[in-house]
């Protein structure tokens, strides 16, 4: 029974050794549970036509992105224009999901930086975002012609994350599948 003084100084250095772990770890790599796993299945309202439906069958026959935004988004203010830039090159489909977000705030935020999305889902209550394992705004999705999801980006894109990480899938997922081009 002599050693049984070592058993809190185990401990202690078991936790400082865990949270000194952290210290070096990047936040914006979170892991997400739904990399390769189907997109949950959803119906929600579009932004621009509430009595329209957006649905996972959007995604079906093409590879595609899928951008969590909202009008109170610092960040999202930031991506945009670089948003603004990939839709114009009409490569792949850009999906808008706007989330926790008045209605009326979204479309005035759209009309005075652009529009990039093809269509746009409107989850005001957030519950659809709960499902697609969101942490905040923004976050992009990248979705094989399956629906199957492949990436995701927590956070901002920036003009490095575009080209070096988000460019590069997108190809590679198109030859991979055989997808055609923006339908």
């Known amino acids: 029974m002599k050693y049984r003084y070592l058993i809190p100084l185990g401990l202690f250095l078991l936790m400082a050794a865990l949270l000194g772990r952290g210290l070096f770890m990047n936040p914006r790599e979170v892991p997400s549970a739904l990399i390769d796993k189907p997109v949950p299945a959803f119906d929600l309202p579009t932004l621009r036509d509430p009595e329209k439906r957006f649905t ?29 830039e990939f839709a114009r ?57 399956w629906g199957t999801i492949r990436y995701k980006q927590i956070g901002p894109i920036s003009r490095e994350i575009l080209d070096q990480t988000i460019r590069p899938l997108l190809a590679r997922l198109r030859q991979e599948t055989g997808a055609p081009a923006m339908q």
């Open 56 to 84: 996972q069958e959007m995604f079906n026959g093409k590879v595609a992105l899928y951008n969590v935004f909202a009008s109170w988004c610092t960040a999202c203010r930031y991506e945009h224009p670089l948003w603004m």
């Open 89 to 145: 090159e009409g490569e792949y489909p850009l999906y808008g999901f706007n989330y926790k977000d008045r209605r009326e705030d979204a479309l005035a935020w759209l009309a005075e930086l652009g529009d990039p999305y093809v269509e746009i889902a409107y989850d005001f209550p957030g519950l659809s975002g709960m499902d697609w394992g969101v942490y905040g705004v923004p976050e992009t999705f990248i979705i094989d012609k």
